[in-house]
């Protein structure tokens, strides 16, 4: 992946940005797809032990003989990016701002399996909201970075880029936009960096929207971790939801503790376009069985296509960055789900198919500002990507307060 | 991967076995080495966060310039290898006899990520003992086998093919080559397809030795803590399942995610399989970047198994070995009954560089009746491949009283 951006003199100044894909590196990549050497089929009729055969074959029949990246780079290209050094580390973000001057700034942070990819449908719903059958007042400036190590930020060389760190890098681009009164929201790592910028509640932070909420109370978190027999007085609600956390950290953890632990076994993710994909689909079982059912030929009741799959998956290929995004599991000292401290105020939408689809009594004592909570009827993990005709009133609606 | 056996008039007979790899394997997997796409390098100094980068490239350099799989193949076919299918399963199997006509038979279990290469040096002494320091007292007639879906044994197609399955299938292939009267050897899934042969009681066995207390993951928490053995011990197995276990939990929840990328690429193959235990790691590691070998772990003898592993193509239905047996933890410890009872004498050996290494008190509390036990004063959890000839030791000291 080969890309411009403007010489500077100053590193931290924002520099314009182009990406730029060789026609060598596409070449390279449908010439692995084409040569993937297969196992045999998995043992089972489901997905309890990862992607089937028939649906990676699909995905890579439809990835090396149809798939065509240039539309999504065209896509991007129509966006405007730039680059930043923040904390000695090159930053990519697309910055929209909106034609309505007094718009929300808003940093929108994807996570993992994530890019900014998730983020496009979003844009302009978000920046232009009269042409999308919303009020002038419902309108932000939208800043979305890609992670460190992920898509073409620059990948650290040294430890300590954990979603702590990132938070405050967060707020210093904020701040280098010249945004001194902003909202930010996250899924997934982005959540978990979000969660965190609200812990550090610089004074410019006046809110945040969550779609993966830090919300599980400490004895649940603690009995989930341990699988242990769930705390007395729990509601039907809530049991639900600690069984479907037991499930997933008994069952579903696998790719977070190798990534957690050794990142850097997982050689494959970075030579094999097939391994890079698996591994990237095996997320949680909600997306993985959604994702399957694309490239399956059915629906995955959402609205994803097989494109915006292949759009994601080969940022990740063309920039090399499975292993350097899988070092942020590494890097963490964080739960995923309990409770953070956030005490600004929090906006918190709940997609059904989330893993941690946090019912409100968790999340009121979470976050004792909230000021909005909603449970959608459909969505999982990466709502903004599923179910942007979702997501983004959620939004609207969860930030309205605080313009 | 060729092979070539015997046409059968019964499956259940056993046939005769030899190697032959056809050569353009051998340059596919050369070109595939050569066009790996390499990762940034990890952001530590030490194998904290996998497989370092400069061992790799330095094992993928012998590989694609030094190595020669053609001596491997000649060193297994000098030895008398055969097939018989046990179970709807083609089990491939080492059988030397001994010229000692009143050896014992013994039959001894790999584990992952081994094969019957771990195993090659042992042959000689305990075979031939006379030629190796031992009496003929000492004689074995050995059976290796490769496990269901490793090496040059079939992969099972279908559900069910956990360790103790395999454990009855070492039973009937031992009926089956005439001994009603053997002991089994066995370490790491090895120790646990051993072990179960003898809770099985399965038919012929006398007595059997291990290398590694898989107890440990079912009832670690049980164990003693007091001594300054046992705590250090404790303290392993607690890193193990904190900073170990990734490549563990991926396989037993997710085999066919990992597999993709074992499949498509060797370098893939080659970390998945170097991040095993810390004390390993760092001994291949030597062979590569220091050019310094411990014991037998040569850069020709690892890489004869990686390269077996590759033209086998057993990434997945290897790891899937671990799925079945990780059900079968979890149905075993969810049912609440204790394992049954051993009635045959077990024998244990203790090397000091195993991930955990097990007390005395540790393997009495498992085997309360414990025939044999020592603490060797080198080795690893690879004992067999790393020091042939203090495991050869262990093995006619352990059985000794069972002649």
Same mark, same amino acid.
């Given at each position: 992946m080969s890309v411009t951006t403007e010489k500077s003199l100053d590193a931290t100044a924002i520099r314009p940005f182009t990406g730029e894909t060789p026609q060598a590196d596409l070449d390279d990549l449908r010439a692995r797809i084409v040569a993937t050497r297969w196992p045999e089929k998995e043992t089972v009729d489901d997905l309890s032990q990862g992607p089937r055969l028939a649906t990676m074959q699909a995905l890579a029949r439809y990835w090396a003989e149809e798939y065509d990246w240039s539309k999504c780079e065209e896509r991007l290209d129509a966006l405007p990016h730039f680059i930043t050094e923040i904390d000695g580390l090159d930053i990519h973000f697309i910055h929209v701002r909106s034609e309505h001057e007094d718009a929300l700034p808003l940093i929108v942070s994807h996570g993992w399996p994530g890019s900014i990819v998730e983020q496009l449908k979003i844009i302009d719903p978000l920046t232009n909201p009269t042409a999308h +059958? =919303?009020? =002038? =007042?419902?309108a932000f400036h939208l800043v979305i970075p890609s992670l460190p190590g992920y898509g073409f930020s620059g990948k650290p060389t /040294? /430890? +300590?880029?954990d979603a702590v760190r990132i938070a405050s890098a967060w707020t210093e681009l904020m701040k280098r936009l010249g945004y001194t009164r902003f909202a930010a929201q996250g899924g997934d790592w982005g959540a978990i960096v979000v969660d965190q910028m609200g812990v550090q509640a610089s004074p410019e932070l006046i809110g945040i929207h969550t779609n993966m909420p830090g919300a599980v109370p400490a004895d649940v978190h603690a009995a989930v971790l341990s699988g242990g027999p769930a705390p007395a007085g729990l509601t039907d609600e809530e049991t639900r939801i600690y069984e479907n956390l037991k499930v997933f950290f008994a069952t579903d953890v696998g790719y977070a503790q190798e990534m957690g632990t050794h990142p850097q076994a997982l050689y494959g993710i970075a030579d094999s376009p097939v391994g890079l994909a698996a591994w990237m689909i095996d997320h949680d079982a909600a997306s993985m069985e959604g994702i399957s059912r694309v490239f399956d030929g059915e629906d995955d009741g959402w609205g994803l296509t097989r494109d915006d799959v292949l759009d994601n998956i080969t940022l990740y290929w063309l920039t090399n960055t499975g292993i350097s995004s899988g070092r942020i599991y590494r890097e963490n000292k964080l739960g995923f789900y309990d409770v953070k401290g956030v005490s600004i105020p929090v906006a918190v939408s709940i997609f059904p198919d989330e893993i941690d689809a946090a019912p409100r009594s968790w999340v009121e004592q979470a976050y004792p500002k909230l000021m909005h909570y909603n449970q959608l009827e459909k969505g999982g993990h990466f709502a903004a990507w599923q179910v942007p005709e979702l997501f983004v009133p959620e939004v609207r609606t969860g930030l309205r307060s605080l313009r | 991967m060729s092979v070539t056996t015997d046409t059968p008039s019964s499956a259940t007979e056993i046939r005769p076995f030899q190697v032959e790899v056809p050569e353009e394997e051998l340059d596919d997997l050369r070109q595939r080495i050569a066009a790996t796409r390499w990762p940034s390098k990890e952001l530590v100094a030490d194998r904290s966060q996998g497989v370092q980068l400069a061992t790799i490239q330095e094992l993928a350099r012998y590989w694609t310039s030094d190595y020669d799989w053609r001596t491997c193949e000649a060193k297994l076919n000098a030895l008398p290898q055969f097939t018989t299918e046990i179970d709807g399963v083609d089990i491939h199997f080492i059988h030397v006899r001994s010229q000692h006509e009143d050896a014992l038979p013994l039959i001894m279990t790999h584990g992952w990520p081994g094969s019957v290469t771990e195993l090659l040096e042992t042959v000689g002494p305990l075979t031939d003992p006379t030629a190796h320091g031992g009496t003929p007292g000492d004689a074995f007639h050995l059976v290796l086998p490769s496990l269901p879906g490793y090496g040059f044994s079939g992969e099972p197609t279908e559900l069910g093919w956990d360790a103790a399955r395999t454990g009855r299938a070492w039973a009937e292939l031992m009926e089956r080559l005439g001994y009603t009267r053997y002991v089994a050897q066995g370490g790491d899934v090895g120790a646990l397809v051993t072990d179960l042969m003898g809770r099985q009681a399965v038919e012929g066995l006398v007595g059997y030795h291990l290398s590694l207390l898989t107890a440990v993951l079912a009832i670690g928490d049980r164990l003693p803590k007091e001594s300054e053995q046992e705590r250090a011990a404790a303290e392993a197995v607690a890193t193990f399942r904190e900073d170990g276990f990734g490549y563990f939990l991926e396989m037993a929840t997710r085999p066919q995610t990992i597999g993709y990328a074992l499949l498509d690429s060797p370098v893939a193959l080659a970390a998945w399989m170097l991040d095993h235990d810390t004390d390993s790691y760092y001994k291949i590691s030597r062979a590569f970047v220091d050019g310094e070998p411990v014991g037998n772990l040569t850069r020709e003898s690892i890489v004869d198994n990686i390269t077996l592993y590759w033209l086998t193509g057993t990434g997945p239905s290897t790891a899937r070995s671990y799925w079945e047996d990780g059900r079968a933890l979890a149905a075993a410890l969810a049912s609440g009954q204790p394992p049954p009872a051993v009635t045959v004498p077990v024998g244990f050996t203790t090397f000091p560089g195993e991930i955990w290494a097990s007390p005395r008190s540790w393997v009495e509390a498992v085997y309360p009746d414990l025939a044999y036990f020592n603490e060797a004063d080198r080795g690893g959890h690879f004992a067999a491949w790393e020091e042939p000839d203090v495991f050869a030791g262990e093995v006619r000291a352990a059985f000794r009283s069972l002649r």
């Open positions: +059958g =919303a009020s =002038a =007042a419902d /040294t /430890t +300590g880029w | -």
